[in-house]
């Protein structure tokens, strides 16, 4: 049990500022105790929380030059301006499972190119080897797609997708819902999707690149949960 | 864009890596200045960029589905007409027939121009002679 040490008298060799040997800042620190700041704020933002199974930080991945490993509750965000293709810098294996929202913040009038937006898995097109299904509801109706790609389509034109990653060698799929704007008679559309990778013994080990049909500004951000 | 064109070693299949540090180890890579990886293909166990024909090929099917999704669509709301009109001919109920289709004559009408304009879209699409052409063909239909 821990034993708050007071008042003791000077030379003692005893600090009084400390609890148990640590010294109390308000700047995160090795060994250093932090209190609530003067706004009563516990804040941790020059380090992170962690325990045996859960890590709360968030990471900036923005300009990132080489893939960086998340670990579980820990939080990727990477910022991007007038981008078509966006490398996420995540390294990944076998196991793991992850949410990511792709936040975009073009004008809802700005005018897109009616094409896919991909998260292309180990930063590579692979020819044909992903099926994609979607439901959707637009100005006119509702449809769906069935279709095949060289990636996994995770949104479309201008979009703001949130989507769950599955990365087991044997089984890979991204799947969530997305709005879509950006074009000219369409929007709003809500879609639910679901994308499989189909092969089961290539290892994905780079979460990957996002590609955009046209130049896009936002962010994104990736959670590790498992 | 650039990209890294390799074949997989054991899906034989072609692959575009997006960063050069993308390709893996022991496999060789040819650069390519693309403005999609869809520009390439594997023809005979040789990567080639697609000629300006064999693009113009694809995207044209790729409009003819998305000119085939947006009829269906125009055209599944009135689809009930259709539905109660097939009915009363099965049951041989020619007054019926007659009856809806007076009741729903602006509706099949609808349908028949949705129906005239999508042969239009068809023909316009296939008479394309270049992806610039192609692209100007905005699939909307107006009443």
């Known amino acids: 049990m821990p034993v708050v040490k007071v008042g003791m008298v000077s030379g003692s060799g005893l600090d009084a500022d400390t609890l148990n040997g640590f010294r109390a800042s308000l700047t995160p620190a090795p060994n250093v105790i932090v209190p609530l700041d003067a706004s009563g704020i516990l804040d941790l933002s020059a380090t992170y929380v962690k325990s045996s199974v859960y890590t709360f930080r968030r990471v900036d991945l923005t300009n ?20 078509t293709s966006v490398p996420l810098r995540i390294a990944t294996q076998s196991g793991t499972y992850y949410e990511c929202h792709l936040i975009c913040s073009n004008a809802y009038n700005a005018s897109g190119t009616s094409a896919a937006v991909f998260l292309n898995p180990n930063n590579t097109t692979y020819a044909n080897a992903f099926v994609y299904a979607e439901i959707y509801r637009n100005s006119t109706g509702l449809g769906s797609t ?81 | 864009m650039k990209v890294w064109a390799y074949i997989h ?39 080639r960029l697609k000629t300006e024909a064999e693009k113009l090929a694809e995207e044209k099917q790729k409009k003819f ?55 239009q879209m068809k023909q316009a699409i296939q008479n394309a002679q270049s992806l610039e052409e192609l692209m100007e063909i905005v699939i909307e239909f107006k009443e």
């Not at chain 1, 990132?64 to 981008?83: C, H, K, N, P």
């Open chain 1, 64 to 83: 990132a030059t080489s893939d960086y490993m998340l670990q579980v509750g820990e939080e990727a965000y990477i910022s991007f301006s007038d981008a």
């Open chain 1, 146 to 226: 069935y279709i095949t790609y060289s990636a996994f389509r995770c949104a479309w034109n201008f979009s703001n997708s949130t989507f769950f990653i599955t990365n087991f060698t044997q089984y890979k799929n991204v799947r969530g819902f997305h709005d879509i704007y950006g074009t000219t008679n369409d929007a709003p559309v809500i879609v639910a999707f679901s994308t499989d990778w189909r092969d089961a013994t290539t290892v994905w080990t780079s979460l990957g690149t996002i590609t955009f049909p046209q130049a896009t500004s936002g962010y994104i951000l990736v959670r590790r949960l498992a």
């Open chain 2, 9 to 47: 070693p054991q899906l034989n299949i072609l692959c575009c890596a997006l960063l050069p540090e993308a390709v893996p180890e022991g496999v060789q890579a040819v650069e390519f200045e693309v403005s999609s990886s869809d520009d390439l293909i594997l023809d005979n166990g040789q990567i």
């Open chain 2, 65 to 119: 589905e998305e000119l085939k999704q947006y009829v269906a669509l125009l055209l599944s709301p009135t689809d009930y007409v259709i539905t109660k009109i097939s009915e009363a001919q099965i049951l041989n109920d020619t007054a019926e027939v007659v009856a809806l289709k007076q009741k729903y004559l602006a509706q099949l009408q609808q349908r028949k121009a949705i129906r005239q304009w999508n042969e």
